[in-house]
Every structure is written in C-alpha cells, then in structure tokens.
C-alpha cells in the first residue's frame, strides 16, 4: 500500500501539467503520477527499423507512455478557444482563452519554437475565407504554434526531468485497474503492472486525478457506469485521413499553416471537419490494447516529406436508445481493419467514385506515394457507414472549391481515422464530480481534443488543487 497527497492516472498532456503547476505553486503537495507506458527516452517504435507495424504488446509506444500519444504527434498547440474542445463552454470563453495564453508561455519556458503559424498575410487569409464561404463552409481562424514530433519530444523530456527533480513520483510500467470508493468518496486507486505480471497495489491519496486521455476513454466510460459517475454520452468523430501533394496544399500551407474548415454537408447535414493538418507530413498507425489499428498523421520540424496530410471528421451524436459511441467508432475501425487484415487501408478518392477498390499497382502508378508504406489498398466504402461516407466524400468536393484539385483521383483516403472522447463526465466549473475526491481531465473527460486544450486542463487543476485547504 502507498500513500499520497495526489495521484494522477495517466501522464499525458492533461496529467502532466496538473503536476507540473502544483510544483511551480509551490503547493508541497505529495505528487505521484501512474502511467501504464514508459519514461519518454525509453519509448522506441520498432517500426523504424521494422518499416512495418508489429503490433508492440503490452501497449503501443506511439500512444502510451510519458506524455501520451503527444510526444509522437504532429505536436501542434492551437491557440485558441474556439479549437480543442468544449472546455470554454465549463469555465467561460475569456477566462479559456486567458488560460490558453498562460499555458503557452510554460511550453515557451521549456524550448517551444517561438514562431506562431498562421498569423498576418491578412489579404492572403481574406481571399481564402472568400473562397470558403463560396464553398458552404467556415474558416476558424487559430494560431498555431508547431512543436514538432521530434522536438515535442525534447520539450516533454525536459518536462519530465523537472517533475522527477521536483520530487515528483512517476510509476512507469503500471496500469490502473481500479478505483477505490468508499460510499460517494473516492480514495484512491488499485493498480497492477501493465504486463499483467506482479501483485495489485494500493495507492491512497487525498486526490485521484484520472487523465487517462483518448486511449483511455472506453475504460472511463466503465467506471462511470460501475460507480455511478455522472456523465453523458456525447459525440464520436468517424473519419478518414486525407493524402495529396504538397503542391495541391502549397498556398494554405504557406498562408495559415492549418486550415481548420468546417462544414455541414447535404443531405445529412452532420457537422464535419478538418483536423491535424500536416505540411510536408507522413501518415502514421496508432495500435490501441484491443488490438485496433488507427490512422494518424505526424509532422516533423525537419524531416519533411513531398505530401500532404489531414483528417476529415464526420461527428455522429446518438440518441436514446443507445448509448454506447465509443463502441460502435471500435466496431467501425474493426471491420475496417478485417477488411485490411489488421493494417490500415488506403483507397484513391476516384476510386471510391468509381464504386471499385484501390490496387497497389495503381498506387505505384499514381503522382501521390503513400507515407504510410504498409496501408494495404483496398475499398474502404465497405466498412464505413454510409451516412459518414456520403458526408466525407461531400465535404471533400466543398474544399475542393477552396483549394483546386483536392477531390483529384488521386488523392488518397486512409482508414480508420477515429476519435474517442465521446463519454463527457458531468463536472462543476472547478472540475468537481460526484464523487469527491475524484477528478477527470483531459480527452478521455469529453472536454478537451488535443494537446493545448488538455495541457490547459491540467493547469487549471493544479491551480485549484493547490489552493485546496
């Protein structure tokens, strides 16, 4: 048994910065961190060798271990409210966007780029929203300040170097299988190693701060259930990433960096998106502990390749009777998996007009190479739902008005691109839940969508927590 003042499940953005901000208050406070994945020097794809995925038991290094699925992301932080999730809706616009700003000066502090993306060229910007509006759609507007895979990398290390200095405990190498709840109190947490190897432990703390993010969604959702955690289904983003030349993408690239559209396309008019757009990027595979294999996309600050890549979102809110959206997102991705034997698939966007599938002659034959060398080619309009396909392929002819030969042939479609945050645990504005003693941060709260937004999160609650009496 283990005691502590505050212990914090997940070492994620979220995780991360509430222990981060309570050591820079100078709060005192006992911090011990569980993350189920490694120190972030120690966490290696083999894929790199490998040019293949081979599906890394007990977890994933891309999506687990010190600062998440962050360090191996295109490491982009937007800088603005109206981006990252529906956190501003909790604790105020103003006070979001000011919180925002405090947070980006931390990652300045310890080695951020200090060039913002997609500020001035307002003439430039001008033309762009025109074509947009002409188009149906809407042009959020969002600084962005692009870390890097490699060098978020760096930043989070340090990150990490100063939590451990400041007498932060991190447990790597241990999953979290349980709360313990004495009544409507939570009191701490029991915990395994996460090669199933060992003894369960317990860990008591005055504070259980469960930031487990977007991998760890499906698992808060069942806590919430067995404890009577109050939450509510919310949305679930079904998507694909999209692939073209940089050449296609050149003057948006130049202009805003990332291009964050929206639209609501007919006949369903569902709320579909653009997201983690990625200049001179490569299209990446994220394996989750069930075995489900996901579309990403990084972006290096040196490494560049000769595309382009970004997701498309298709948003999907269901009602009574059901309630299970992070099930039905698995069951998408598996069947898309089935059909790809367990790798991504990748399809040219004519072909899905054609109503055929992809061949890999056909790839090798095309002007767009895939970044992503093991997608298997094949029909992804098999697997995915129809009204998410028609919404998809909708959208893409809308951007195709904004920037010309975006819907070309030869433009290609990777699945599955899902986004798990869809269970929201019901909290007050200083992230109080039912169950005192409990808080729940970052992606997998239904809060937050990103790197910022949760990084955010977590500040506010080292904040609050410090000033705890």
Same mark, same amino acid.
Not at 57 to 65: A, F, V
């Given at each position: 048994?283990?005691?502590?003042?505050?212990?914090?499940?997940?070492?994620?953005?979220?995780?991360?910065?509430?222990?981060?901000?309570?050591?820079? !208050?100078?709060?005192?406070?006992?911090?011990?961190?569980?993350?189920?994945?490694?120190?972030?020097?120690?966490? *290696?794809?083999?894929?790199?060798?490998? *040019?293949?995925?081979?599906?890394?038991?007990?977890?994933?290094?891309? @999506?687990?271990?010190? +600062?998440?699925?962050?360090?191996?992301?295109?490491?982009?932080? +937007?800088? +603005?409210?109206?981006?990252?999730?529906?956190?501003?809706?909790?604790?105020?616009?103003?006070?979001?966007?000011?919180?925002?700003?405090?947070?980006?000066?931390?990652?300045?502090?310890?080695?951020?780029?200090?060039?913002?993306?997609?500020?001035?060229?307002?003439?430039?910007? *001008?033309?762009?929203?025109?074509?947009?509006?002409?188009?149906?759609?809407?042009?959020?507007?969002?600084?962005?300040?692009?870390?890097?895979? &490699?060098?978020?990398?760096?930043?989070?290390? $340090?990150?990490? !170097?100063?939590?451990?200095?400041?007498?932060?405990?991190?447990?790597?190498?241990?999953?979290?299988?349980?709360?313990?709840?004495?009544?409507?109190?939570?009191?701490?947490?029991?915990?395994?190693?996460?090669?199933?190897?060992? !003894? &369960?432990?317990?860990?008591?703390?005055?504070?259980?701060?469960?930031? @487990?993010?977007? *991998?760890?969604?499906?698992?808060?959702? &069942?806590?919430?259930?067995?404890?009577?955690?109050?939450?509510?289904?919310?949305?679930?983003?079904?998507?694909?990433?999209? &692939?073209?030349?940089?050449?296609?993408?050149?003057?948006?690239?130049?202009?805003?960096?990332? +291009?964050?559209?929206?639209?609501?396309?007919?006949?369903?008019?569902?709320?579909?998106? =653009?997201?983690?757009?990625?200049?001179?990027? #490569?299209? $990446? !595979?994220?394996?989750?502990?069930?075995?489900?294999?996901?579309?990403?996309?990084?972006?290096?600050?040196?490494?560049?390749?000769?595309?382009?890549?970004?997701?498309?979102?298709?948003?999907?809110?269901?009602?009574?009777?059901?309630?299970?959206?992070?099930?039905?997102?698995?069951?998408?991705?598996?069947? =898309?998996?089935?059909?790809?034997?367990?790798?991504?698939?990748?399809?040219?966007?004519?072909?899905?007009?054609?109503?055929?599938?992809?061949?890999?002659?056909?790839?090798?034959?095309?002007?767009?190479?895939?970044?992503?060398?093991?997608?298997?080619?094949?029909?992804?309009?098999?697997?995915?739902?129809?009204?998410?396909?028609?919404?998809?392929?909708? #959208?893409?002819?809308?951007?195709?008005?904004?920037?010309?030969?975006?819907?070309?042939?030869? @433009?290609?479609?990777?699945?599955?691109?899902?986004?798990?945050? $869809?269970?929201?645990?019901?909290? @007050?504005?200083?992230?109080?839940?039912?169950?005192?003693?409990?808080?729940?941060?970052?992606?997998?709260?239904?809060? =937050?969508?990103?790197?910022?937004?949760?990084?955010?999160?977590?500040?506010?609650?080292?904040?609050?927590?410090?000033?705890?009496?």
């Amino acid at each position: 048994m283990r005691n502590a003042d505050i212990c914090i499940v997940g070492a994620g953005p979220a995780g991360i910065f509430t222990a981060l901000e309570l050591v820079r !208050q100078n709060s005192g406070r006992r911090i011990l961190i569980v993350e189920k994945g490694r120190p972030i020097g120690e966490r *290696k794809c083999p894929k790199v060798q490998t *040019k293949v995925c081979v599906n890394c038991k007990p977890y994933c290094h891309i @999506t687990t271990g010190f +600062s998440g699925a962050g360090a191996f992301s295109d490491g982009k932080l +937007s800088l +603005s409210y109206e981006v990252g999730g529906d956190l501003p809706e909790l604790i105020g616009e103003n006070f979001a966007q000011e919180m925002i700003d405090y947070t980006d000066r931390i990652y300045l502090e310890f080695g951020a780029d200090t060039r913002v993306e997609g500020v001035g060229n307002e003439k430039e910007i *001008k033309d762009i929203r025109k074509r947009v509006i002409q188009a149906g759609l809407k042009l959020v507007d969002c600084p962005i300040r692009h870390l890097g895979t &490699e060098k978020a990398q760096q930043i989070y290390g $340090s990150i990490q !170097q100063y939590l451990t200095d400041h007498g932060v405990e991190i447990l790597f190498g241990y999953r979290c299988r349980d709360l313990i709840i004495e009544g409507d109190v939570c009191k701490g947490v029991i915990i395994e190693e996460a090669s199933g190897k060992g !003894q &369960e432990q317990s860990i008591y703390a005055r504070d259980i701060v469960v930031a @487990t993010g977007r *991998k760890g969604a499906g698992w808060l959702e &069942e806590l919430c259930s067995r404890y009577g955690l109050d939450h509510k289904p919310g949305t679930v983003d079904i998507g694909v990433r999209v &692939e073209v030349r940089n050449e296609i993408m050149e003057d948006v690239n130049n202009i805003l960096y990332e +291009s964050k559209l929206i639209g609501y396309p007919l006949p369903f008019k569902n709320k579909v998106r =653009t997201f983690c757009q990625n200049p001179g990027g #490569f299209v $990446s !595979q994220e394996n989750y502990d069930n075995d489900l294999a996901v579309v990403n996309g990084h972006s290096y600050k040196e490494l560049k390749s000769s595309n382009t890549n970004l997701a498309i979102l298709c948003s999907h809110n269901f009602t009574y009777p059901f309630n299970q959206p992070i099930a039905y997102a698995q069951k998408v991705g598996e069947l =898309t998996n089935m059909l790809g034997d367990g790798k991504i698939l990748v399809q040219r966007y004519g072909d899905i007009l054609d109503g055929k599938r992809t061949w890999q002659k056909e790839l090798n034959q095309s002007n767009v190479k895939p970044t992503l060398p093991d997608a298997v080619a094949g029909d992804i309009t098999a697997a995915m739902p129809y009204r998410a396909m028609l919404n998809i392929i909708n #959208f893409i002819q809308a951007v195709d008005h904004v920037v010309p030969g975006f819907a070309a042939n030869e @433009t290609l479609l990777y699945s599955p691109e899902l986004k798990f945050y $869809s269970n929201r645990i019901k909290m @007050t504005p200083d992230f109080t839940t039912n169950l005192a003693g409990l808080y729940c941060l970052g992606d997998s709260s239904g809060w =937050t969508r990103g790197l910022m937004m949760a990084s955010m999160m977590g500040v506010l609650m080292g904040q609050r927590l410090a000033g705890k009496k």
